[in-house]
T-cell receptor, first 109, second 118 residues
Framework: EDQVTQSPEALRLQEGESSSLNCSYT??????LFWYRQDPGKGPEFLFT???AGEEKEKERLKATLTKKESFLHITAPKPEDSATYLC??????????FGTGTLLAVQP | GAVVSQHPSWVICKSGTSVKIECRSL??????MFWYRQFPKQSLMLMAT?????????EQGVEKDKFLINHASLTLSTLTVTSAHPEDSSFYIC??????????????FGPGTRLTVL
């Protein structure tokens, strides 16, 4: 059964304190792993797609990496505006996304 | 690019009435559109998948007669919640998918619609 597990459930950081969020997955025939950001009361905002192990992508203070079993979202020197829930999802044989439960990130000034 | 809109952003209705939610891809043609619902502090739950001009495919446990989906064009899908009841109150989010790198579809989400049934 395809499954996505994210950890930690919640993370509190001081502004400037770098950290990483984890997304572990099991899927038959990974076609893509996706990271989204979701603010309260809003729909998810697309961040990255990773297609194969070893791939890395960056956007501002965020960097996503992928191995055969997990993905990391590294946040470098976060700012309060980075506070959000970060969702990881995988696409297997179908176009359907299987989501993890998310990591709620709070960055304090 | 890849902007998806939803209308309305929130709606309050009386029990027994029907509510229609629109989902539009504004700057791209979505090969497929998806409808999700999200409960507080939970992740997204896929309700159905729809392609233009064909019947929607519903996930197990989702009543197709209660949640009517119409996919009139490559940029518009609608979800109608029929005979709504308080237990249908939720946050409904749609997405449109676009074929991108390596032949994989990326889903872009709308801002969501908060439905409250009194």
């Amino acid at each position: 059964e395809d499954q996505v597990t994210q950890s930690p459930e919640a993370l509190r950081l001081q502004e400037g304190e770098s950290s990483s969020l984890n997304c572990s997955y099991t899927v038959s025939g990974l076609r893509g792993l996706f990271w989204y950001r979701q603010d309260p009361g809003k729909g998810p905002e697309f961040l990255f797609t990773l297609y194969s192990a070893g791939e890395e992508k960056e956007k501002e203070r965020l960097k996503a990496t992928l191995t055969k079993k997990e993905s990391f979202l590294h946040i470098t020197a976060p700012k309060p505006e980075d506070s959000a829930t970060y969702l990881c999802a995988v696409a297997g044989a179908t176009n359907k996304l299987i989501f993890g439960t998310g990591t709620l990130l709070a960055v304090q000034p | 690019g890849a902007v998806v809109s939803q209308h309305p952003s929130w709606v309050i209705c009386k029990s027994g009435t029907s509510v229609k939610i629109e989902c539009r891809s504004l700057d791209f043609q979505a090969t497929t559109m998806f409808w999700y619902r999200q409960f507080p502090k939970q992740s997204l739950m896929l309700m159905a998948t729809s392609n233009e001009g064909s019947k929607a495919t519903y996930e197990q446990g989702v009543e197709k007669d209660k949640f009517l989906i119409n996919h009139a064009s490559l940029t518009l899908s609608t979800l109608t919640v029929t005979s709504a009841h308080p237990e249908d109150s939720s946050f409904y989010i749609c997405s449109g998918s676009r074929r991108e790198g390596q032949g994989v579809d990326t889903q872009y989400f709308g801002p969501g619609t908060r439905l409250t049934v009194l």
